[in-house]
């Protein structure tokens, strides 16, 4: 389960998916240490950073640049990253020294996947599913992985109350 920017926001129906995944992803704005503790009783690994809203208190339990492999697929996530091809300059650096297959962000609490064909990879902004922001629907998405690749998304959606 990838996700972003809950700004503190956490209810039944991300419980419901969040139970049943063997990973998440948080692109930071995480927003209270309350949210995090629930996501990780719920799956087995929880790979976080933090963003711009995060407290000190989740800056030292998450990271601001996370590089990890997950079903030998190289994964960089960090919250504020731009997009390609406007990625933060931080950011580029990474991605040279790490050559992920898929960059995770957040921020911008609008959901976007596109290929970055120049860099070979894989940009994912999972949106916003928290209930601050500007955005008019919660999105988080749902991703398999096998064999190194990609397989499957999906994008779960609720309606902002």
Request: charged content about 20%; glycine content about 6%.
């Amino acid at each position: 389960m990838i996700l972003s920017d809950t700004h503190a926001h956490f209810d039944a129906g991300m419980e419901k998916y969040a139970r049943n995944v063997d990973e998440i992803w948080h692109a930071g704005d995480i927003g209270s240490l309350e949210v995090l503790q629930k996501l990780q009783s719920c799956a087995p690994v929880v790979r976080a950073v933090y963003g711009n809203v995060d407290s000190q208190e989740i800056r030292v339990l998450t990271h601001k640049i996370l590089t990890f492999e997950s079903e030998d697929v190289r994964v960089l996530i960090t919250h504020i990253c731009g997009y390609p091809p406007k990625y933060m300059p931080d950011v580029v650096k990474e991605i040279a020294k790490y050559q992920p297959t898929i960059v995770v962000g957040g921020h911008s609490h609008i959901l976007k996947v596109m290929p970055d064909t120049k860099r070979n990879l894989l940009y994912i902004n999972p949106g916003a599913i928290g209930s601050q922001g500007f955005h008019s629907v919660r999105t988080m998405l749902l991703l398999t992985l096998h064999a190194g690749k990609a397989q499957s998304m999906q994008v779960i959606e609720y309606e902002r109350k």
